[in-house]
C-alpha cells in the first residue's frame, strides 16, 4: 500500500476499522470490498476530491475542501486546499515537482520552495517499497480484519445503484460501538495537547500549518461516540471510488461545558490511472528557498 494512496483515500481505514470491510452478510458482498480496497490501493494515478466539517454544538466551526492529483509514477502531485478555520478561510496550494515540494498560500505573493536531496530521494524510494505488503502479510492482515469485523457483518447493508456500482453502508448506534472504540476514542481526546506533530512547527511565511488544524475542545469528562455511519461506493470496475463518514461524539469540558460534536468526511475518487499533474511555473515568481532548521534565502 502506498502512503500517498493511503491519505488520499483514508477514510477506508476509518470503513475497515468499522467493519465495512464486511461488505455485506453475503460472501459475494464480503469479497467485494476486500478486493475494491486492494484494488483501489494499487492504482498509479488518480484525482481525489476531499471535503470535510466539524459542527460543535450545532456551529460549523471548522470545514476543508481540497483537490488532489496524483502520480506515483512521476513522483508529482498537486494539491488546492480550501480551509475555513475559526471563520477566517485560507487557500493553499502545494506541488509536488522536480524533485522539490512548492508550497503557494492565498495569504502571501511569494512561492515557498524546498529542495529534496539524493538521499532523501533514495530514502523514499526505500520507504516506497517497505511499504508493500507480500502476498501472505496481505492474507494475514484480511484474516485480522474478518476477526474483528464479525460481530457487524449482518449489519452492513449493500445497495445496487442501477449504474453499475454498489453502495455500502454500517451504521452503528452508542450501543453498538464497542467498548475498545469508546475506549480509543476517549483517550484520543484527552490526550489531544500531547499529539505534537512536526509539520506543526512548520512556517512559509504567514501561514503557520498548525494555523490549518481544527481547534477541537478539550474533553475531559463523559466521552462518548454517540453513532457512526459509513458508506462506500465500489464502480463495476470495482474500485472504491466514493467514501463517506459521520461521526458524532459527546464530552464535556473539565468546566463541566458541555460538547455535541460531528466530523462528516467525504472522498471521491476518479480519473484512475489517467491522471496527469500539472507543475507550476516558478519563473518571474518571487520564490523563498527553504532549507532545514528554517534556514531560508530569497532569490
Known sequence: MNS???AAVGISGLLMAGGVISASASTSGYDLFKTAVKKTHTVNSFTAHVQASLVDNKNE???????????????SGSSSVSVTNGGKTTQVDFYNQNHQSVIKS???????VRKGGEGERKFKHKKHKGEELSPQMQNDVEGIFDALTKNYQDSVTSKDLGNGNTELELTLSKSEIPAVGQAVASFFLKNLDQQKEHMDKKEFGSLKFSDLKPQLPKLQNNIVVSSVDLKGQVNADQYLTGQEATISVSGDEANGTHHDLVLHITS???????????????????????????????D
Request: charged share 40%; hydrophobic share 25%; proline share 0%.
Open 268 to 298: 471521491n475518487l476518479d480519473n484512475l490511472n489517467k491522471t496527469e499533474v500539472t507543475g507550476v511555473s516558478l519563473k518571474g515568481e518571487k520564490v523563498v528557498q527553504m532549507k532545514e532548521k528554517h534556514d531560508r534565502h530569497e
Open 61 to 75: 466551526v471548522y470545514t476543508v475542501d481540497s483537490t488532489n492529483k496524483e502520480n506515483l509514477k512521476s513522483d
Open 4 to 6: 500517498k494512496m493511503l
Open 106 to 112: 492565498s495569504d502571501d505573493a511569494k512561492f515557498y
